[in-house]
């Protein structure tokens, strides 16, 4: 089956790191990705991971990926009220129609 | 480089009526995909095109429709408008060689149906 499942919202201090979690279920997807959505705006690619992969890092962004439990995470270092916004984790599934799933999104809340 | 844009940002139609939504994709992107977002979700595919034909589909009935043209933009439209088509409607393109792995996103199109 196809699902993608996210806890709906997590609220940080500024500067604390922010952990944002994901469960997807199609054990054959070969890419994960977390993108960003602020209000009213459409979708920023942030950075994507490659099935056999278990970590990437880009500055500030941490991924890791736990392909045995079908669980990802998306780690914000120095979180900083310009990060508030809603997350959503996603994969792209076994068939190859372009089709990426999304879930419902983690809505982070950065507290001054 | 110029990124995926939409036209037009927001839409007001009524029950029944017929609406096209366009998208010009990233230069040098040749796949469009679409998506609707409903409030509070995310966002659930519609379709996609490559070389000018629909690549795959989603779960949505017939009258949602498509077209990409030689300069790979392409149009998203949807017959017999019912309530529940109100979303956000947001179209992504890729680059050549990664019609699945990278997907760029548009400011979307927001439907409003009454």
């Known amino acids: 089956g196809e699902d993608v499942e996210q806890s709906l919202f997590l609220s940080v201090r500024e500067g604390d790191s922010s952990v944002i979690n994901c469960t997807y279920t199609d054990s054959s997807s070969t890419y994960l990705y977390w993108y960003k959505q602020e209000p009213g705006a459409g979708l920023q690619l942030l950075t994507y991971i490659f099935s056999n992969m278990d970590m990437k890092q880009d500055q500030r962004l941490t991924v890791l990926l736990n392909k045995k439990d079908k669980h990802l995470s998306l780690r914000i270092a120095d979180t900083q009220t310009g990060d508030s916004a809603i997350y959503f984790c996603a994969e792209n599934g076994s068939s190859n129609t372009g089709k990426l799933i999304f879930g419902q999104g983690t809505t982070l809340q950065v507290k001054p | 480089e110029t990124g995926v844009t939409q036209s037009p940002t927001h839409l007001i139609k009524t029950r029944g009526q017929q609406v096209t939504l366009r998208c010009s994709s990233q230069?040098?992107?040749?796949?469009v995909s679409w998506y609707q977002q409903a409030l509070g979700q995310g966002p659930q595919f519609i379709f996609q095109?490559?070389?000018?034909?629909?690549?795959g589909r989603g779960n949505f009935p017939p009258r949602f429709s498509g077209l990409q043209f030689p300069n790979y933009s392409s149009e998203l439209n949807v017959n017999a408008l019912e309530l529940d088509d109100s979303a956000l409607y947001l179209c992504?393109?890729?680059?050549?060689?990664?019609?699945?792995?990278?997907?760029?996103f548009g400011p979307g199109t927001r439907l409003l149906v009454l």
């Open positions: 095109y490559y070389r000018e034909e629909e690549n």
């Open positions: 992504a393109s890729s680059p050549p060689g990664a019609r699945q792995e990278t997907q760029y």
């Open positions: 230069s040098g992107h040749n796949t």
